[in-house]
């Protein structure tokens, strides 16, 4: 990337630690996002949309917020190889800086696409896929060594308990914090014998609404608690309201309320608020300052379209800083609050290059939805940093280079 990276665990470093920061693994889809829609359409009828952009989704999103905060991020995934893979692997790898030494490319396979319909504020997802040819925990096989691994539970591939030989347990044995996050249950079950895989983990991190449906619980903060049973850090995050955890290790316990925002895309904001939530604790920052962080991450991504782009880097965090300690004499008591709040980030801030990671538009095309058109004279502009376009993009995915791949 041309912006000049900032490394918060800089003093933690050693020649001996871990090679990585966060190890994922998962599945990777082209997301394609159509914005400003009036409505749905109707059947037989075609509807325009204001704003499209293309960029990698799944378990991408996670990836590049981690890697926007500086932590050195690797990620196992499946990528076909055409030209939508090609797009994915380039976009994680060169403009993300993601290692991919345990990912893999499969000939002959269709890489997975959401297309994501954006109305009023909430969305409409459309996707295709297949299986990968090979599994995860094959494609693997013993994980890198890394301070922090991020899973989902999933009845269908346990992490295992211990003794267990799984990924996670081996990743787990070499001394990674395992932090577990939770997806919705479409079949309604809300299984609590799920919870079970939590013996390996180091913290959940729960949506209110799971955190309720898994254990019982009938409000965010009785949740909270019966998952502070089960792991040494609980967190359970419920939306606009702000999020809330318990800290065994270091005997903390916070809520800390979300920064005030008018919400675009909610497309990933779980994912930031994860990364921002693991940075934290790899710091090991106190508790309210972990949630107040990743809060602000999540809410600076959803009011931006585009998912995992969207997610922001440090030269974003240090330009809502600037912005908030430079209106708290006259933004009233909200403001003198909020600079109460993350009066934090003044320790980190100055250290942060000019030059920082901010975020990318979301575009698979030269021109897509960001904002400009060809010049007359057909000479090319000059390009922003920023965006997604570090290197010359293939066409946009209407237009493939590459003959179609029969389903």
């Not at 994680?92 to 109305?119: C, G, I, K, N, Y």
């Not at 996707?127 to 691994?149: W, Y």
């Not at 809300?190 to 959940?204: E, G, N, P, T, V």
Request: aromatic residues 8%.
């Amino acid at each position: 990337m041309s912006a000049q990276a900032y490394d918060p665990l800089a003093g933690q470093r050693t020649p001996e630690g871990p090679q990585f920061d966060v190890f994922l693994a998962g599945t990777v889809f082209l997301d394609i996002i159509f914005t400003g829609l009036p409505a749905m359409p109707a059947a037989g009828t075609e509807i325009w949309a204001e704003g499209m952009g293309s960029c990698p989704g799944g378990i991408a999103n996670l990836a590049i917020a981690t890697s926007r905060l500086g932590l050195r991020t690797s990620l196992a995934a499946a990528f076909g190889d055409d030209d939508y893979g090609d797009f994915c692997w380039r976009t994680l790898e060169e403009q993300e800086s993601v290692d991919l030494t345990r990912s893999r490319r499969f000939e002959h396979w269709h890489s997975p696409v959401t297309v994501s319909m954006a109305v009023e504020r909430d969305r409409s997802m459309v996707t295709h896929g297949h299986p990968p040819p090979m599994p995860v925990p094959e494609m693997i096989g013993t994980p890198p060594r890394s301070r922090a691994v991020i899973v989902s539970l999933s009845p269908d591939e346990p992490l295992g308990g211990p003794g267990d030989s799984s990924w996670a347990e081996l990743a787990h044995q070499e001394g990674a914090l395992i932090f577990a996050d939770v997806g919705w249950d479409p079949s309604g079950t809300w299984s609590r014998s799920l919870l079970d895989q939590l013996a390996i983990c180091h913290a959940f991190m729960p949506n209110a609404t799971e955190a309720m449906a898994y254990t019982g619980a009938d409000t965010p903060r009785d949740a909270l608690y019966t998952i502070a049973d089960k792991v040494p850090l609980a967190v359970v995050t419920d939306g606009a309201n702000g999020a809330m955890a318990i800290d065994s290790t270091t005997g903390e316990e916070a809520f800390v309320p979300a920064p005030r925002v008018t919400a675009l895309d909610p497309t990933g904001a779980g994912d930031v608020f994860g990364a921002g939530f693991v940075l934290g604790t790899l710091c090991e920052w106190p508790l309210d300052d972990r949630l107040a962080f990743a809060g602000v991450c999540a809410a600076l991504a959803v009011q931006q379209f585009g998912g995992s782009l969207a997610a922001p880097g440090w030269g974003d965090i240090a330009d809502w800083w600037h912005e908030v300690r430079a209106s708290a004499g006259h933004g009233g008591a909200y403001g003198s609050s909020l600079a109460r709040r993350y009066a934090f980030l003044d320790r980190l801030v100055p250290t942060v290059p000019v030059g920082a990671v901010r975020r990318a538009a979301a575009t698979i095309a030269r021109y897509a939805d960001v904002g400009m058109a060809p010049p007359a004279s057909g000479k090319q502009p000059e390009r922003d940093p920023a965006r997604a376009e570090d290197d010359p993009p293939p066409e946009d995915p209407d237009t493939p280079r590459a003959p179609a791949q029969k389903e």
